[in-house]
T-cell receptor
Framework: RKEVEQDPGPFNVPEGATVAFNCTYSNSASQSFFWYRQDCRKEPKLLMSVYSSGNEDGRFTAQLNRASQYISLLIRDSKLSDSATYLCVVNMEGLGGGYNKLIFGAGTRLAVHP | EAGVAQSPRYKIIEKRQSVAFWCNPISGHATLYWYQQILGQGPKLLIQFQNNGVVDDSQLPKDRFSAERLKGVDSTLKIQPAKLEDSAVYLC??????????????FGPGTRLTVT
């Protein structure tokens, strides 16, 4: 089983649509969680952190369910500029302790069309 | 603030040849990472440095890959000899020490390697 699993998509949605991405992780000891955005042929960039209480940043809402080991990202009022790959990322303590490492999912592709 | 710099941006080599990538992290960032991203997959950590010491190289194919971070700043990643399956984007990232539960990594633009 992969450590972080995502639906690869692609999700093809019209402008203005609401779209949700899901992600599951296998290690219950995972400590923190993030969504990164990666545009085509570009490097990943942090979109937002995911907090246990859920958090919102403009049109983006992230939620975490530790019991189900499940993370979600909701995008409201999609824009053409939201077209990208969204990477679910889990931060866990490295083997032997003393440091942290990020585990990336394979990403979910979003294509927003006019 | 200058970002993470990487060079070259693109490299095409034949299998069994050698190649080296260079990374200059954001000034003051103690932690440096090298990732491999194969098309259609997420980045996979190859090696993580804390200053100039290695803290995780569990997924580095040590028979052909090597990396160093001299003086705790710049880093180089080398592949010798290259295989077809090494074709990927090699991303360098850096971060400050983990603060307040957050752990943001800043990525460079990557080096796109094609092995023919």
């Amino acid at each position: 089983r992969k450590e972080v699993e995502q639906d690869p998509g692609p999700f093809n949605v019209p402008e203005g649509a609401t779209v949700a991405f899901n992600c599951t992780y296998s290690n219950s000891a995972s400590q923190s969680f993030f969504w990164y955005r990666q545009d085509c042929r570009k490097e990943p960039k942090l979109l937002m952190s995911v907090y246990s209480s859920g958090n919102e940043d403009g049109r983006f809402t992230a939620q975490l369910n530790r019991a189900s080991q499940y993370i979600s990202l909701l995008i409201r009022d999609s824009k053409l500029s939201d077209s990208a790959t969204y990477l679910c990322v889990v931060n866990m303590e490295g083997l032997g302790g003393g440091y942290n490492k990020l585990i990336f999912g394979a990403g979910t592709r979003l294509a927003v069309h006019p | 603030e200058a970002g993470v710099a990487q060079s070259p941006r693109y490299k095409i080599i034949e299998k069994r040849q050698s190649v080296a990538f260079w990374c200059n992290p954001i000034s003051g960032h103690a932690t440096l990472y090298w990732y491999q991203q194969i098309l259609g997959q997420g980045p996979k950590l190859l090696i993580q440095f804390q200053n100039n010491g290695v803290v995780d190289d569990s997924q580095l194919p040590k028979d052909r890959f090597s990396a160093e971070r001299l003086k705790g700043v710049d880093s180089t990643l080398k592949i010798q000899p290259a295989k077809l399956e090494d074709s990927a984007v090699y991303l360098c990232a850096s971060s400050l020490e983990r603060l307040a539960g957050l752990y943001e990594q800043y990525f460079g633009p990557g080096t796109r390697l094609t092995v023919t």
